[in-house]
Structures are given as structure tokens and as C-alpha cells.
């Protein structure tokens, strides 16, 4: 359905397509055709749904078709109810067009998709503060919030790269992304493949999001992939390791693993209620919307916080909730917070608005103490720079995996060796035993063990080098084994995607020496370096999960 003669032909029939079954379910004779639409009245239907989505179409999308097939099915429904229940104009009768009309206003109401004016304007001004000196981007920024230009800026993948090494720099090697100021089709699939990848590693959902969604620029699609990106950002800082000083929250080592076990809003939570304790709050938070409607809990925090930056009236003095709000937002300004909502959006409890909110203010003032008392809670969580390197590189491809569990750290996440089992599910289908398995929450350890033992069982089996290594090490988090062990899973996994692309090789399989041919070719070629790769074992781990990624886009690009 490329144009509108097409759309219409397919509209008519989808009416012949009812009409037939409509005969079938009433059984009874049907009469002649009827009149039946013009082709003006369909195209008038047509032209009258595209002025409802407030931009012109040149072409009749899935979603528009069954739109107006619905909106068709409403006009015969009411044109049989007005004929005192004989059969509707064009031969559908009233009992099937009522089935079809239920049918189909719920089948488009799930792909009619809102946004939200606030959030998009909100977005929008986030990237264009922080993305505002970018060389790349300084042409097309900053955006206006109050159009949809921001869906036109993104289609190139350009922007939505750069956002996200924002949010986790060094995330991309921009070096990889295609910035040059027109792109062919082939570049920018490039840059939404890369994107999307990128996005799953740090954390992002992006499942039913395609490069063609993004090469489109779907609005309800963008924005909300737009919206993750910027909740990683703002919520980078809030875990132990950036602000150790969160160790204030806990008050034994047993509090102490669950804080490190929860999610960066759980931890954002606490905060926020370890603050409100101390001003005297009596209510608890329990999450970013309901709430703080009434910006109680927003005034409090912000006294506790922020006393000298008060003024008169104070917030919990006016009965008006809009006006209690906007003085918590003046307040809030007077702190130097940058404003991710308005008044209208704390009433109305925008959980994506009022998170970015509270998070910002983290970033600004955190309240916690400077001089950490309990040093021996956090005694463990500082890594050699190595370390650092293979737990991310590892985090990262995990969570790109797309399992249903987000990995936030590499040795603290894995000891109960669920998270194992789902990627050993994932990269080799059928081999865990999901009958022997132990789900999460897990209390006793020897169920932990359980499902260690079981991993390393796969381990074996898959041709694994596990000398010395037991399912308790893993419970124990001993890094140096669970590098071991992500190591092996993580080689396994690349050399059965190279392998799947064997006919991009005439039937031979690619190994490791071809990886580093190839990459030592690639690195001569660009006339950069002169070095030159040997062997994988005198290099990190990332250098041959970054060739056989290039290498595996490139196939996939060439094949499509």
C-alpha cells in the first residue's frame, strides 16, 4: 500500500472480506451489492485520518489501513442500526460488522501509539544541552521542542550514537559511525545497527525496535528508546562504586549486599527516603509517580538538602497542588537543578519526568557525607584497572544478549548462577535443564551451588577448559575463575556466530586465524599502525569481540 489507489483497492477488499463473512455467520441469503463507496469517499476517509495525525502522508501505512477500515466498519454499523436491523449499506450485516468493529478498535488500539508532549520536550532539551558543542551536530542543534524535528534528526543514527556515549562513554568507538553529512542507505543501517546494539549493552529494551523503525523515525519508537538512554545517563552515579557514600544508607554487611544487589531506581529510592527520614517525613516512597503527586515528599527532600535556598511561602504552606509544585520547582532552580518537568507533570505523577528529577538532584547534592565511617563495607569493590576492563567488556555483552535479567555487575550478579544459565540458554539452545534449575529469588546457598554445578556440567560438556574450577567459586564471586569461565562462554559464542556465516566463505569455517588476518589487514590497509596481532593470548579480551562483531556486521550489511 504504497498510494492511495492502492490503499483504496485494498480497503474494498477488506469489505469484500467481511461481507463474505458476515454471510457465513448470519447464515442467510445475502442481497445485491448495494451501492456501495466511491472511490472519492474512500479517499476523503483517507485524507481525513492523515489531517488527524497532523502531518501529511504520501502513502497508507499498515496502521493507517486498519484505522480506517475500523473507522468504515463504525459508519455501516450505525447506517444497519438506523435501517431498524436489516442488513448495513454494501451487504455487511450488523451482528459481524459489531464483531469486526470490536475486533479491530482493539487490534489498532495497540498500535496506535501516544507520546508525551512533556517528555519529548523534556528530551529534547536535555540532548540539546549536552550535546551542544558535538562537532558533528552543532548544525542541527539545537532542536525545537514544540515540533517533531527531533524524529528527522535521529533517522541518520548519527545522534541516537552519540547519546549514548553520552550516557556510557566509550561505549562506541565513534570512529565506527558514519558522520558524514549524506549518508546512503547502506551508512545509516550501519549507524541503527550499531546503535541498537549499543543500546541492548548498557541496558536498554529494544525489543520489536528495528533499524527500520529508526530509519522511519516512529515517534513513540524514538522517544522511547531516546528515554532509556537518558535514564542510564542520569542514573550512572547512583551505585556504590561512583558515590561510595551511599554506604550511609546500610548499617551491616547484610544490608550491604542487598543495596549492591538492587537496581540503580531502588537505590535512587532509598535515597530519597534516608533524606525525607531525616527532615521528619512520615510517608514512605515506594515509587516516581503517585506518589509525590502532591510534592510533599519534593519539598522535604529539597529543605533537607538545599535549607538556604528556601523562600516564602514554603511549598508545604500552599493547599493548591499547582502551586505547591512550581515552588519546588523555583526551589529546585535556586539549587542550579535543571528542570525535567513542570508543575502540570508532578500532579499528573510522569514516572519517566519525576525520576530524571530526582536523579538530577543526586548528581547536584546528595546530602551524604563526605567522610565514609563504615570504610570496610566498600573494602572490596575496588578493582585493578584490568579487572575493570574484562568485567565491563563481559557486562556488556550479556546484557546485549537480550536475556531477561539486566547485569549491573559481572561478579555480584552471577553467584547464584541464574544469570549463567540464561546466557548458556541463549548461545547454545536445549543444553540447561531447566527442571534442576533454582529461580531468584535464592536464599540458601546450597541452591546456588546447585545451579553452579549445573553450569559448569554445560561447561564441560561444550569442550570448556575448567581445571580447578567449582560451582562454589562461582558462588564465592572469585573473579579470576568467573573471568575464566565468561571468557570461554563469551569465545564460544562469537566462533558459532562466525561459523553460522560460513557461506560468506564458500562453506569454510571461520577460526581465530582468520579474525586476525583479517583484522591485521584492516589495521594495515588504514595506514595508521604498523603493528600486527600474532596471537589472541597477549591481548585483551575486547580485541576479538570488537573484529568478529566488525566482522559479523559486515556480513550481515553484504548479505542484505
Not at 500500500?1 to 457465513?24: Q, Y
Not at 546530602?367 to 572490596?380: A, E
Amino acid at each position: 500500500m504504497r498510494d492511495l489507489p492502492a490503499a483504496i483497492s485494498s480497503l474494498r477488499g477488506a469489505t469484500v472480506s467481511a461481507k463474505a463473512d458476515a454471510e457465513k455467520e448470519n447464515n442467510a441469503p445475502e442481497p445485491g451489492p448495494g451501492p456501495g463507496l466511491t472511490d472519492e469517499e474512500w479517499a476523503s476517509v483517507l485524507k481525513a485520518v492523515a489531517r488527524a495525525d497532523e502531518r501529511p502522508h504520501q502513502d497508507a501505512s499498515f496502521e493507517l489501513f486498519l484505522r480506517v477500515y475500523a473507522e468504515m466498519q463504525l459508519r455501516l454499523k450505525s447506517a444497519g442500526a438506523g435501517a431498524g436491523g436489516k442488513k448495513a449499506a454494501g451487504g455487511i450485516a450488523r451482528s459481524s460488522s459489531s464483531s469486526a468493529v470490536a475486533f479491530l478498535t482493539a487490534a489498532t488500539t495497540t498500535l496506535l501509539h501516544t507520546i508525551s508532549e512533556s517528555e519529548k520536550a523534556s528530551y529534547v532539551g536535555h540532548i540539546n544541552a549536552y550535546l551542544a558543542e558535538d562537532p558533528f551536530l552543532k548544525s542541527a542543534l539545537p532542536i525545537d521542542p514544540a515540533t517533531d524535528h527531533i524524529f528527522h534528526v535521529t533517522k541518520d543514527g548519527v545522534l541516537l550514537c552519540k547519546l549514548i556515549n553520552l550516557a556510557v562513554p566509550g561505549t562506541i568507538d565513534e570512529r565506527a559511525i558514519n558522520t558524514k553529512r549524506v549518508l546512503n542507505l547502506w551508512e545509516k543501517n550501519e549507524n541503527h545497527t550499531l546503535c541498537l546494539n549499543s543500546a541492548k549493552a548498557i541496558g536498554c529494551t529494544v525489543v520489536n525496535i528495528g533499524t527500520q523503525d529508526l530509519a522511519e523515525g516512529r515517534p513513540h519508537l524514538v522517544l522511547g528508546l531516546i528515554s532509556q538512554i537518558i535514564k542510564i545517563q542520569l542514573l550512572a552515579d547512583v551505585n556504590l562504586k561512583s558515590t561510595p557514600q551511599l554506604v550511609e544508607l546500610v548499617e551491616d554487611s547484610k544490608e550491604m549486599e542487598e543495596l549492591m544487589s538492587l537496581s540503580p531506581e531502588k537505590i535512587l529510592l532509598r535515597w530519597m527516603n534516608f533524606q525525607l527520614k531525616k527532615g521528619g517525613f512520615q510517608r514512605t516512597v515506594t515509587n516516581f509517580s503517585s506518589d509525590i503527586k502532591d510534592s510533599e515528599a519534593y519539598a522535604c527532600l529539597l529543605n533537607v538538602l538545599a535549607p538556604e535556598c528556601s523562600a516564602k511561602p514554603s511549598a508545604m504552606s500552599v493547599k493548591d497542588l499547582l502551586h505547591r509544585a512550581r515552588l519546588v520547582l523555583e526551589h529546585a532552580d535556586r539549587m542550579g537543578c535543571k528542570r525535567y518537568l513542570t508543575p502540570k507533570d508532578i500532579v499528573g505523577g510522569l514516572p519517566n519526568l519525576n525520576l530524571a528529577f530526582v536523579a538530577h538532584i543526586f548528581q547536584k547534592r546528595n546530602g551524604l557525607s563526605k567522610q565514609m565511617k563504615q570504610v570496610s563495607f566498600v573494602d572490596g569493590l575496588s578493582d585493578d584497572a584490568q579487572v575493570s576492563r574484562e568485567e565491563r567488556s563481559f557486562r556488556l555483552w550479556i546484557n546485549s544478549l537480550g536475556i531477561s535479567t539486566y547485569i549491573n555487575n559481572v561478579f555480584e550478579d552471577l553467584r547464584n548462577g541464574w544469570v549463567l544459565l540464561e546466557v548458556i540458554d541463549k548461545i547454545a539452545p536445549g543444553s540447561v535443564n531447566w527442571k534442576m534449575a533454582n529461580r531468584p529469588p535464592i536464599k540458601l546457598p546450597f541452591k546456588k551451588v546447585e545451579n553452579c554445578n549445573q553450569v559448569l556440567k554445560i561447561g564441560k560438556e561444550l569442550k570448556f577448559s575448567l581445571v580447578n574450577i567449582a560451582g562454589n567459586d562461582i558462588v564465592q564471586g572469585n573473579k579470576k575463575l568467573i573471568l575464566a569461565f565468561l571468557w570461554q562462554l563469551m569465545r564460544y559464542n562469537i566462533l558459532q556466530l562466525l561459523k553460522n556465516l560460513r557461506f560468506h566463505s564458500n562453506g569454510k569455517e571461520i577460526t581465530d586465524i582468520d579474525i586476525l588476518v583479517w583484522a591485521n589487514k584492516k589495521v594495515k590497509d588504514s595506514g595508521k599502525h604498523q603493528s600486527c596481532m600474532e596471537s589472541f593470548k597477549v591481548h585483551t579480551i575486547q580485541y576479538i569481540s570488537y573484529c568478529a562483531s566488525l566482522i559479523l556486521d559486515n556480513c550481515i550489511i553484504s548479505s542484505s
